[in-house]
C-alpha cells in the first residue's frame, strides 16, 4: 500500500515562503511521477507541479516563477519550495504520486 505524508503547512504573510514535503512509502519513489494539487474553499482541486521520475518539471502558469518542485529519492520525498506567497495561494496542498494515491493534504495559508 502506497502512503503519502504531506508536512510543512502553515500560516504565512503575503510575500512569505513556505517549503512542504512529502514523504513516500510503499513504493519504489524512484521510478514515479509526482505532483503537487491544491484546493481552496468552494473551488476544485487543481494541478500546481509535476515531476518526472527524472526530474523533468511542469508548473501551473499562476505559479511559475515563484513554486519549484523538486524531488529527493534518497528520501523518498518530494518538495513544492514556494516563495513570494499571495492570499490566493491560501488552500490544501495534497501530493498525488503517479498511480493514483492521494495524502491527506496540509494547510497552507497566506494573510497578513
Known amino acids: 500500500q502506497v502512503q503519502l505524508l504531506e508536512s510543512g503547512g502553515g500560516l504565512v504573510q503575503p510575500g512569505g515562503s513556505l517549503r512542504l514535503s512529502c514523504a513516500v512509502s510503499?513504493?519504489?519513489?524512484?521510478?514515479?511521477?509526482m505532483s503537487w494539487h491544491r484546493q481552496a474553499p468552494g473551488k476544485q482541486r487543481e494541478l500546481v507541479a509535476h515531476?518526472?521520475?527524472?526530474?523533468?518539471?511542469n508548473y501551473a502558469e499562476f505559479v511559475k516563477g515563484r513554486f519549484t518542485i523538486s524531488r529527493n529519492n534518497a528520501k523518498v520525498t518530494v518538495y513544492p519550495q514556494m516563495n513570494n506567497l499571495q492570499p490566493e495561494d491560501t488552500a490544501i496542498y495534497y501530493c498525488?504520486?503517479?498511480?493514483?494515491?492521494w495524502g491527506q493534504g496540509t494547510q497552507v495559508t497566506v494573510s497578513s
Open positions: 515531476i518526472t521520475s527524472v526530474g523533468s518539471t
Open positions: 510503499g513504493s519504489f519513489f524512484s521510478a514515479y511521477a
Open positions: 498525488r504520486h503517479e498511480n493514483g494515491f
